[in-house]
């Protein structure tokens, strides 16, 4: 069954990807983006990264999804042309809505039974052991990184 | 299932290189960097799932902080130069100013 919703995923995520090249809108074109980074966790999960199916969801899915919706409401009004005249068929709308939800049920359904016969959820803490092991300084570097990057944004918010 | 991976990675990382060379918006070739950075962590995950290696895993959530942090920078950039009154085209930003 996870290799269906594997297939599944992909499928949707090219659809979803080519849609969004050719959006006039900005904002489709977030939302084709979102749906694509939704099913590029649901593949994280289906391939025993379990972890990085949540990381994926929250830090892609959630928080950059919300900056490019601001910066976009942000924009001159040419550049941000409402999703509404974008046009978009009902049946695009209510599947884009459907197939994430009966993905989510398959994930419960199955959580814990990875797909693919290497992984598995072994893998996660070799994870914490790598980030803290040999890969410490990367770690530390990346720290530091999302740290000045919260500043720059900080920055653009106390100037307002 | 490997090709149909690289099938999927492939052309999701095209779709993203597409974005960024045809369209003028800032955001939208943000979006498309956003998109191509996706495509590699499938063929990561997919590819350390595969062989077990944990190292990978650890990697990928590195490169997701990274790409965040990028975002974030970038998405700041992109409102300075709305805040500044200028054109969001990518021809018309020709030179800095301070």
């Given amino acids: 069954m996870s290799l269906a919703v594997l297939a599944l995923a992909g499928c949707v995520a090219a659809f979803f990807a080519a849609l969004m090249v050719f959006q006039r809108s900005l904002y489709a074109a977030a939302i084709c983006l979102l749906i694509v980074l939704l099913q590029v966790s649901v593949f ?3 391939s025993g990264a379990p972890l ?7 830090i892609y899915a959630g928080a950059v999804m919300v900056l490019v919706v601001i910066t976009i409401m942000a924009a001159p009004s040419q550049v941000s042309d409402p999703w509404s005249r974008t046009a978009v068929p009902r049946w695009l709308a209510v599947a ?17 039974a990875a797909s693919l016969p290497a992984a598995g959820i072994s893998l996660q803490p070799s994870i914490a052991s790598v980030l803290f092991g040999p890969y410490a300084a990367a770690t530390e570097a990346v720290t530091l990184l999302l ?4 500043l720059a944004m900080a ?3 106390a100037r307002r | 299932m490997t090709w149909a991976v690289w099938a999927v990675t492939g052309f999701l990382f095209a779709c993203g290189a597409a974005m960024i060379v045809l369209r003028r918006q800032l955001l939208a070739m943000l979006m498309g960097l956003e998109l191509m950075i996706s495509a590699v ?4 995950v997919y590819y350390c799932s595969r062989y077990a290696d944990g190292e990978t895993l650890a990697s990928v959530l590195l490169i997701i902080a990274i ?11 992109i ?8 054109e969001v085209e990518t021809e018309s930003l020709q030179e800095l100013k301070g």
Avoid: C, H, T
């Avoid at chain 1, 990085?52 to 929250?58: G, S």
């Avoid at chain 1, 740290?147 to 919260?150: E, F, K, P, S």
């Avoid at chain 2, 790409?67 to 950039?77: C, H, P, Q, T």
């Avoid at chain 2, 409102?79 to 200028?86: H, I, N, P, Q």
């Fill in chain 1, 147 to 150: 740290l000045l990057a919260g």
């Fill in chain 1, 52 to 58: 990085l199916a949540f990381l994926q969801v929250m």
């Fill in chain 1, 155 to 157: 920055d653009e918010g």
């Fill in chain 2, 79 to 86: 409102l300075k130069v709305y805040e500044a009154g200028r």
């Fill in chain 1, 44 to 46: 994280f999960f289906f």
């Fill in chain 2, 41 to 44: 962590n499938i063929a990561l």
């Fill in chain 2, 67 to 77: 790409a965040a942090a990028e975002a974030v920078v970038g998405l700041s950039l």
């Fill in chain 1, 96 to 112: 884009a809505v459907a197939v994430p939800v009966a993905e989510a049920v398959a994930m419960a359904w199955s959580s814990g």
